[in-house]
């Protein structure tokens, strides 16, 4: 884990100026005061993510427009007053927690659902659009948003944007960074990048759009996106495949696939998934299962379900011990909520957990599964397992009480040795959640030295004074 108090300037001190009222006063100089928070229970709640880290911004502002966050910025860069953007606080690295103080820039008013448009099929959207919102609005028009993180209820589409975020879905789709074709985002200096274009390519000097996506909010604050749409599949088929070892399932992930069309979804859970979800009856599976896969396929009705036979077979042919269709509405509901239960369940393990969303290429996913076995074993420490099985992408989650500092050091060498594995076996640090506070330590193991030096340069060319989002991804 990256340390939230290792300095990186600029940083609001506590002198008068930078003091929580100053701040708000010299901002409601330029802003309508109901965009401005001050007081400590709002900042309160601004001041932590997913992973529990938390560090209190000096003030929170909820811009309405473009031109609110320009003025912001512009504001920001002149006092050198550092600036979080900020979702829905559902990022899993650190990103939107203001580690050096500051303002957060919260986006949640900013949640228009501006057009969505049949005849080209695209959508336009505001940054704080809630994700599951923009899924049901296009799919009410028979269109269709395939990017589907396990969080979409409450994370937002300018969050996904920032952490090029993916589901199980994108193993046939692919992710959020496929599906932008244009952005517009306010740089740190306070300019505004306007791209009008909703032509679906576009060869027009550097691509300033894919190279904002996945920059976690360090480049520019995102302020509008237009989003490519794909027609919404007739039929799903949903089925859940048993295998008797957790090396079986990984095995049967490059086999399943290899032989046909992508599959819609590849969840993988191991056997502590499946133990947990057991004891929380949230998922009734026989006892010698010991990792499941959760196998979706689409399209026409009749294409679903050759696809979900011919993948029954394989699955069957890699070893699979038993193979179930969910055949309701409520069976499927109950497979994928048993799935999404896990992040809150294993809790139950210990009350820390540290979350690597580690990805290598899908052939390697079984060395991926008996080395992260190893490291549970080596360092002694209760290590679960699922994830994105059908991009080779795996939730490697090391649960730790990080009072007891002894063990939470063992967690943080295995979490290194992980990274020292996926890396020699070509896969990434990082498939979705992304770098920011936690794993910025981490990334020079897979960017090399002449890949970080290049990264400063371009942060400097974006954000020379180093006001927005300080302290993330480069350290
Ligand atoms: C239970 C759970 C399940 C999850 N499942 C998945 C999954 O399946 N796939 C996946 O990819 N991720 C997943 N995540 C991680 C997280 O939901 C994603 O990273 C998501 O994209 C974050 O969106 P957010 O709106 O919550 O962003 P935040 O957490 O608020 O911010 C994330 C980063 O984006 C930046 N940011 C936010 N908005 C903007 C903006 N408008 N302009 C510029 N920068 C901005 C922030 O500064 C920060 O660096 C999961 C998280 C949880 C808690």
Partial sequence: MGDPSSPTPPRAGPSPEHSPDHLARRLGERLPADRIAAGKAERLCYAYDATQLNALPDCVVFPESAQEVAEVLRFSNAQRIPVVPRGGGTGFVGGSVPIRGGIVLSLERMNRIVEIDAGDMLAVVEPGVVTAELHRAV?????????????????????????????????????????????????????????????????????????????????????????????????????????????????????????????????????????????????????????????????????????????????????????????????????????????????????????????????????????????????????????HAGEGNLHVNVMVDRADAARYAKAEAAVKELFETVVALKGSVSGEHGIGLTKAAYLPIEAGAAGIEVMRRIKAAFDPLGVLNPGKILL
């Fill in 139 to 387: 799919e009410a028009k028979g269109l269709f948003y395939p990017p589907d993180p396990s969080s979409a209820a409450s994370c937002t589409i300018g969050g996904n944007v920032a952490c090029a975020a993916t589901g199980p879905r994108s193993v046939k789709y692919g992710g959020t960074k496929d599906y932008v074709l244009a952005l517009d985002a306010v740089l740190p200096t306070g300019e505004l990048l306007e791209n009008p274009s909703r032509a679906v390519k576009r060869v027009a000097g550097y691509d300033l759009t894919r190279m904002l996506v996945g920059t976690e909010g360090t480049l520019g604050v995102v302020t509008r996106i237009t989003l490519r749409l794909l027609p919404l599949p007739a039929e799903v088929r949903t089925l859940l495949c048993a295998f008797p070892t957790v090396e079986a399932a990984a095995r049967a992930v490059a086999g399943a696939i290899a032989g046909g069309p992508p599959p819609r979804a590849c969840e993988f859970m191991d056997h502590r998934c499946l133990d947990l979800l057991r004891e929380q009856g949230n998922l009734d599976i026989s006892r010698d299962a010991r990792a499941v896969l959760i196998l979706e396929t689409d399209g026409s009705a009749e294409t679903a379900e050759r696809e979900a036979a011919a993948l029954a077979d394989r699955c069957r042919k890699e070893g699979a011990i038993e193979v179930r269709e969910a055949r309701t509405k409520d069976e499927v509901r109950g497979l994928w909520a048993a799935r999404k239960a896990l992040s809150q369940a294993m809790y139950e393990v210990a009350p820390t957990k540290i979350n690597e969303d580690v990805v290598v290429p899908r052939s390697r996913l079984p060395d991926l599964v008996a080395a992260v076995d190893g490291l549970a074993r080596k360092y002694d420490l209760p290590i679960v397992s699922f994830g």
